[in-house]
């Protein structure tokens, strides 16, 4: 069966797409339809012509993510498998976009987009994976959403955080670690310190989780307020966004549940037998994950969280390790929240912390370290389908704690360091330190230990 490539660049309102063979020849010209139903009956007619023209064809065709503008492409692409030869992928705009700079192509268009996506097919095919039913897809739009509330309420809680610093800035204090649910709603029935300040004691008390020795507190601490707006359109703004913020809360509050009930699944169970991992993080970790087998060993699951460590150098630069964060920053992100609180309710992973910490390690570099463990944690349990149990991390520990060999050198198994190199000072000073070290771990192994003197 021959193989032919379509490649889609979607773009708003419209898509490109163009048809190669196996060795990146030109098929089917560049062509442009609309995004409506016009299009996708067009470009249905154009592919079952096609398939018509070669029967012993098949069709590998591919779409971007290009921020949502593609799944009506993709979604129509995928209806067309009933009746044509045709299997259809989801890519990584990140790979398609180094391949086509490796090819050292000048410029960018739609139609060299597309070509550069069919390109991708035929010269990656083993990093395309063609889905056949994505069970999870409504389920994710339902936790974007809910991204999207929150994400609202932050810029909410930020903005109100600066019109009550010139309203009342003494409220701030009870602010440090976010805004309470008290504060919102007092601040909803007295918005400004002038406002505060003539209340009574009982009137303050009657909301929520204030006492009367707080509310006298607060009383007390508006009246000698250094507040500069007192004016009532900063009082009405204020509230405007407060009742703002308590119905985004509300609504997320709502829309969490529902996921929960809609999403009662094995997996989910699984990963809250972590100590750290609470139902909702649980339930977007798995909906990001999606299958286990997806990965075929445990470096690969890292890597999709962007944890994996990197490293750089060149000639006589200087190099370090650092956290790739290649992968999904919105799991990537998901998953640091998991640490910070494995760090304070999870033994083990509290333990690698402060060791790290000990060792000399910056506290970002010593959380990224836990969030590493936690990904080969969650891989091991859901690959054996077991749920989490720190002894058996601490046993895999105590089996590879055995002493470190000292390895040869294999870039340089053709020729030793000779000193008499026209190398740097720079690189010098790294042979010297590589041969110091080398005969320091000589030494403790008893090769270049000295013969003892007979008296």
Not at 363 to 368: E, I, K, L, N
């Amino acid at each position: 069966m021959t193989s032919y490539y379509l490649g889609v660049d979607a773009s708003k309102g419209y898509a490109d797409f163009v048809i190669l063979d196996a060795h990146k020849k030109l098929v089917e010209a560049n062509f442009q339809l609309d995004d409506t139903f016009a299009g996708h009956s067009h470009l249905y007619q154009r592919l079952n012509r096609f398939c018509s023209d070669h029967p012993k064809g098949l069709i590998h065709a591919a779409v971007e993510s290009t921020g949502g503008y593609e799944r009506n492409w993709y979604k129509a692409l995928s209806g067309f498998r009933a009746s044509l030869k045709i299997k259809v992928a989801h890519l990584n705009p990140l790979g398609v976009h180094h391949n086509s700079k490796a090819d050292l192509k000048r410029n960018t268009t739609d139609a060299i987009s597309a070509r550069n996506v069919a390109e991708y097919l035929i010269a990656h095919p083993e990093k395309v994976s063609y889905q056949t039913a994505d069970p999870l897809g409504g389920l994710r739009k339902h936790w974007s959403f809910i991204r999207m509330l929150t994400k609202q309420c932050t810029q909410l809680l930020n903005q109100l955080e600066s019109l009550v610093y010139n309203a009342n800035p003494e409220l701030l204090a009870y602010c440090k670690d976010g805004v309470p649910q008290w504060v919102l709603k007092l601040l909803r029935r007295y918005p400004t310190a002038a406002k505060l300040c003539r209340a009574k004691n009982s009137a303050v008390a009657r909301i929520p989780y204030v006492s009367l020795q707080r509310a006298a507190e607060l009383i007390r601490a508006a009246k000698t307020s250094v507040a500069s707006a007192t004016d009532e359109v900063s009082a009405q703004v204020i509230i405007a966004t407060v009742e703002q913020i308590l119905h985004l809360k509300k609504r997320i509050a709502v829309q969490q549940q529902a996921m929960r009930q809609q999403c009662r699944l094995p997996q989910v169970e699984l990963l809250e037998s972590f100590s750290g991992i609470a139902e909702h993080s649980a339930v977007g970790l798995i909906l990001r994950i999606q299958n286990i087998e997806r990965f075929a060993n445990c470096k690969k699951f890292v890597s999709f969280f962007g944890l994996h460590p990197t490293y750089r150098i060149s000639g006589d630069g200087v190099g370090a390790f650092r956290m790739s964060k290649k992968g999904s920053k919105e799991v990537r992100q998901l998953l640091y929240m998991v640490a910070i609180n494995a760090i304070q309710n999870n033994e083990l992973i509290s333990e690698l912390y402060a060791r790290k910490l000990q060792q000399g390690m910056e506290r970002m570099a010593a959380v990224g370290v836990c969030m590493h463990k936690i990904a080969r944690i969650l891989y091991g349990m859901l690959k054996h389908n077991c749920p989490y149990d720190a002894q058996v991390d601490r046993r895999n520990r105590q089996n590879n704690s055995g002493q470190r060999k000292a390895r040869m050198d294999r870039s340089r198994r053709y020729q030793d360091y000779d000193p008499a190199a026209p190398v740097s000072r720079r690189q010098k000073k790294k042979r010297m330190e590589r041969e110091r070290s080398h005969s320091d771990i000589s030494t403790k192994c008893g090769i270049q230990s000295p013969v003892p003197l007979t008296t």
